[in-house]
């Protein structure tokens, strides 16, 4: 497995990189945004860790660029960037975790691990079809793609991930457990309200407009997707 570690503290970085080859993963080191993204051009990664506060370029642009050309790989942003504004930026960005400084190398080692296994058990886009539909909304999960009555919304990484979420699992109520599970990963922090934060987010973007509502809170429960109620 190789890892691109992205940290401008050269004692950070040399922590990190003794303790993740110690469990085994072949380590990368860049210094700034731009000569990691160089070294994602040439080099097929695993997995990307990057803070956030870089030189040239800050963490959250650079996540963007990631993604830009490689969705599926992961990124867990490790930072002393901690508010939930914050945390929520880095998510938009395309963050698959999100840690603060100072953290526990254990708990690193845990997060990796469930990233990875996150991507190794997700279905690949060959295997499932590219589209999902209901009523007039359709969601190209290939080009990453929105539309409700054939107008394009455009959405965060986050957003995106989690409206396929709750379409692939419509007419039935979903918690914000088995949410925070499938869209951020088994260590999201669920006594935040980051969820029901997406949540209005989604209901702006893809409700607002229309007549009929899709996205439901059913209180004490979870939300649901279904136009039957």
Known sequence: MKVLIIE???????????????QGY???????????????????????ITDIMLPKMNGIELSKLIKQKNDELPIIMLTALGTIDEKIEGFDAGADDYMVKPFEIRELYARIKAVLLRKSSSPKQNEI??????????????TNRVYRNQKEISLTPKEFKLLVFLMRNAERILSRDEIAENVWGNHFDTGTNYIDVYIAYLRKKIDKEFDEKLIHTKPGMGFIFTNQL
């Open 26 to 48: 072949q380590i990368y080191i860049s210094e700034d945004a731009e000569d990691a993204l160089v070294m994602v051009d040439k080099i097929i990664f695993d997995l990307v």
């Open 8 to 22: 401008d503290n050269a004692r950070v970085s040399a922590l990190l990189k003794r303790g993740l080859e110690s």
């Open 129 to 142: 079809s590219s589209k999902i539909e209901y009523k007039n909304l359709v969601v190209d999960t290939k």
